[in-house]
């Protein structure tokens, strides 16, 4: 099914993307969505790829509800691999580290996240052939990162050693999970912090290995499902039952935070998680008043805001709005203010928490 050239790529399709909630939903996550073009950002992601990695070495991890949505996309798609459930990035990371090692033993993976915007392509292509060629030379875990713009809160950071070990690529001292605004002003100020991309580069195997060092029981439940490759019936149901007794861990956290083998390499490349709306900002064009507006809208003595409209027969007008994002869809209007954007994951909480909303999200 796979021929045997070295690198492959594992696109993570399988999370929700509730702060970009109501637009993304959990029957079609953000990573079906299109933002600066006619197609999605997972389409995207695979267009990136394209020329650069055989279309039989690109997998795709994700959940049943989504399978339909990728195929409409990425019809030409080769591989996927189905989780029974979202158990975060360590199980999708080791499921498809599984297989790919499976079918080539020498193989070196890249992890990609589907929702992020990146340009240009050719740098980016680029970065990821210097972090292969750094792989091919020395066993460790390539990470990402890039100089932060400012101050963010919903990403994650990377502390470097300052001495190069190889052209941009350091050591990794430590990494430090979202932090709160003060914190996150005072490392912007730092020239050894950077954003950390959720994008890695390792050879296949070098996961299972780190898994097994830290987790071993968790390290003798993957590799269970070794054996029942190319078995639809015995590797789903050996799946499900692996996936019902294990935890739910982040890659970074379960593995990058505790290995001492993890290096970053400097990205030149733009780069946006679109993790939230205010996102939006750092990737679409702004009008005079230094709005975003998506939509049938009309702004009047209105600036610094968000402003998205799906309905094309519903006209949105906004008047006298500062600093505010305004989302509406078929279904649901989301306001709130800019300065409540930290706020939204626990405001998403509290509607999940209500049982009478839950069809609307």
Do not use: C
Not at 67 to 96: A, C, R, W, Y
Not at 126 to 147: C, H, P, Q, Y
Not at 204 to 225: D, M, N, Q, V
Request: net charge positive.
């Amino acid at each position: 099914m796979l021929n045997k050239s070295s690198l492959y790529a594992l696109i993570l399709a399988g999370g929700r993307g509730k702060r970009l909630w109501p637009k993304s939903k959990k029957i079609f996550p953000k990573h079906f969505i299109s933002f600066t073009s006619k197609y999605s950002l997972l389409q995207e992601t695979y267009r990136r790829l394209d020329g650069f990695i055989p279309p039989e070495h690109i997998l795709i991890v994700t959940l049943k509800e989504q399978i339909n949505f990728i195929k409409k996309q990425i019809p030409q798609l080769k591989n996927m691999i189905v989780e029974p459930e979202g158990k975060n990035t360590l199980s999708s990371i080791l499921l498809g580290e599984i297989f790919i090692k499976n079918e080539d033993p020498q193989a070196i993976l890249i992890v990609l996240p589907s929702d992020h915007f990146i340009k240009p392509r050719d740098k980016f292509l680029k970065i990821l052939s210097k972090a292969k060629e750094f792989i091919e030379r020395k066993d460790g875990i390539v990470t990402l990162g890039i100089k932060p713009d400012y101050p963010e809160t919903g990403y994650g950071y990377i502390k470097i050693y300052p001495q190069k070990i190889f052209p941009d690529i350091y050591k990794v001292e430590r990494f430090i999970e979202k932090p709160d605004l003060k914190k996150a002003k005072i490392i912007f100020q730092k020239n050894e912090y950077f954003w950390n991309l959720g994008i890695f580069i390792f050879r296949a195997g070098k996961a299972l290995e780190e898994t097994k060092r830290f987790f071993p029981y968790l390290y003798k439940e993957f590799i269970s499902l070794k054996e029942k490759i190319g078995n639809k019936r015995e590797w789903e149901w050996t799946l499900k039952n692996i996936y019902r007794k294990i935890p739910s861990q982040s890659f970074d956290q379960a593995i990058l935070e505790k290995s001492k083998s993890v290096y970053m390499l400097k990205a030149d490349f733009s780069w946006v998680d679109l993790g939230s709306w205010l996102s939006l900002e750092r990737i679409l064009k702004k009008d005079s008043d230094k709005n975003v507006s998506l939509g049938n809208n009309f702004l009047y003595h209105t600036d610094n805001s968000i402003i998205v409209n799906e309905e094309n027969n519903h006209l949105l007008v906004a008047s006298g709005l500062s600093n505010t994002i305004v989302v509406h869809t078929p279904k649901v209007t989301l306001i709130y203010p800019k300065t409540q954007n930290h706020e939204f994951k626990k405001l998403f909480k509290r509607l999940e928490e209500e049982k009478k909303f839950k069809k609307y999200l």
